[in-house]
């Protein structure tokens, strides 16, 4: 009896040891947070982005079995959770961001449609496009360029871009709930609410509302588990067919990125650096938009408009692209999906902690979290948008060369499915206004030479030399 007290207490010991180190480490009191707070605010982070985990390897299949005809769909959930695991753990320890990364949506399905279906390239040579992307991305970072785009973006475009990106979140949303759906007549349109999935989104609208309102402590999660849970019970959607199952190992995607090199002939060579080209265009940017969107709402962005520790948050990010494609899947990146865990008091990288283990957890639960429908998470989604719209308050509306590129800037993310787009008519727009004002001096040469580049992009666009 008295060995087992002592062994307690030795277990307390360094229970306490343990707990204490973490807070110091990941700087608790400097951002007035606590455990509790913490672990919330990744839990809600985690559901609200753990669709990626179904999504992401039922898009990737589409390429894949063209050439593989074995069944790879579990490997590449265990290719997406255990990359987007190890992306977020780096942005933790080396930026101290509660940002959570996964393979990107849209990267993926130009990955599979436009790229191994489109354009005839093997999936091994196109993740070997994934892997060089995420190769150059650590060298600009180590050379500061990357930051220096950043810090680039006015004030302004910063606001927008957060804004832009809440109205993106909820439009996704309102799409994945059923709620709006394609027309013929009008593009989009309002459904008729004759089908139970659209009924089951307004629903949890209104519970996470209402505990939204009731300011009750993790409003976002609780709503999206009881839209589940009553869509269980109405037998709307399945309940869990189990709870646990082993996952296979994916002996058929790990390291084939490197396989992919010596698939590249002379034929092949020109598609190969444009494709790379792209991923690098696309998520260089796409990665940016994020990163100030999420920061802005998190209020990490300083005095000087510019984000603490970007190059850290952003070497993680490359990081995670590079291992993502050793790993079998397409371009991890940032997601904006981590706003609704900041949105939830989370402020430190033990948030991403907390989305890291419950991402390598799940590998063994995916029938649970499988089982969690598209609906139940879009209220969390809506919400996230609500609160990410009100820096529009923040831009000088009375400035015609802030408000209308501002203004371009949130209308094109979400209408071109696309925070690169947005990004890119706002980069033009800024620099050129400025000029008409005759106030060339209050912007940069950086301005100027991005506003050039996505110039270029467009025009190669329009001569279908680019997506």
């Keep these: 009896m008295r060995w087992e007290r002592i062994l307690q207490f030795e277990r307390f010991i360094v229970m306490k040891g343990l707990l204490t180190w973490i807070s110091q480490f990941f700087q608790f009191s400097d951002h007035q947070t606590n455990f ?115 810090k680039a973006i006015p004030p302004c475009l910063k606001q927008a ?139 990490y962005i300083d005095e000087n408009g510019e984000l603490p520790k970007a190059n850290p948050a952003l070497m993680a990010d490359a990081i995670g692209t590079t291992l993502g494609a050793l790993l079998g899947t397409s371009t991890v990146t940032t997601y904006i999906e981590s706003a609704s865990g900041i949105s939830e008091g989370g402020k430190t990288g033990f948030t991403g902690v907390v989305v890291a283990i419950l991402f390598t957890l799940s590998i063994f639960f995916i029938p649970v979290i499988s089982a969690i429908p598209a609906y139940a998470t879009v209220p969390a989604l809506l919400i996230v948008g609500v609160l990410m719209a009100g820096n529009v308050r923040l831009i000088r509306w009375d400035d015609p060369a802030e408000s209308i590129p501002s203004f371009l800037t949130i209308l094109i993310m979400p209408l071109s499915y696309s925070i690169a787009e947005g990004l890119a008519v706002g980069f033009i727009t800024y620099p050129l206004i400025k000029g008409f004002q005759g106030k060339l001096q209050e912007t940069t040469i950086t301005m100027w030479i991005l506003a050039g580049v996505f110039i270029l992009r467009f025009g190669l666009k329009a001569l279908n030399l680019t997506d």
Excluded at 45 to 61: E, H, Q, R
Excluded at 95 to 103: D, E, G, M, T
């Design 36 to 150: 509790s707070t913490e672990i919330l605010a990744g839990v809600t982070t985690f559901l609200t982005m753990a669709y990626i985990l179904a999504v992401n390897p039922d898009i990737l299949s589409n390429a894949i079995y063209l050439e593989q005809p074995k069944d790879l769909f579990g490997e590449l959930v265990i290719a997406t959770a255990l990359s987007a695991a190890i992306a977020t753990l780096l942005m933790a320890f080396l930026a101290n961001y509660p940002f959570a990364l996964a393979p990107g949506m849209g990267l993926n399905a130009f990955f599979a449609f436009s790229v191994v279906i489109g354009l005839n390239i093997p999936w091994q040579m196109a993740l070997s496009t994934i892997f060089l992307e995420g190769l150059i991305f650590i060298f600009l970072t180590l050379f500061d360029i990357r930051r220096q785009i950043v």
């Design 161 to 299: 871009t957060a804004t832009g990106i809440g109205l993106f979140i909820a439009y996704i949303a309102l799409i994945n709930g059923g709620i709006i759906l394609p027309s013929e007549t009008t593009t989009t349109t309002l459904t008729n609410f004759n089908q139970p999935t659209p009924l089951m989104a307004v629903v949890g609208i209104l519970i996470t509302s209402a505990f939204v309102a009731r300011r009750i402590s993790g409003a976002l999660l609780w709503g999206i588990l009881a839209t589940a849970l009553l869509g269980w019970i109405l037998q709307i959607s399945p309940f869990p067919s189990a709870i646990v199952a082993i996952p296979p190992f994916p002996k058929d995607l790990l390291g084939q990125a490197l396989i992919g090199f010596w698939q590249v002939d002379l034929q092949r060579i020109w598609d190969f650096i444009a494709v790379t080209f792209v991923f690098l265009f696309v998520d260089l940017f796409d990665t940016i938009g994020t990163l100030t969107g999420v920061g802005t709402q998190a209020g």
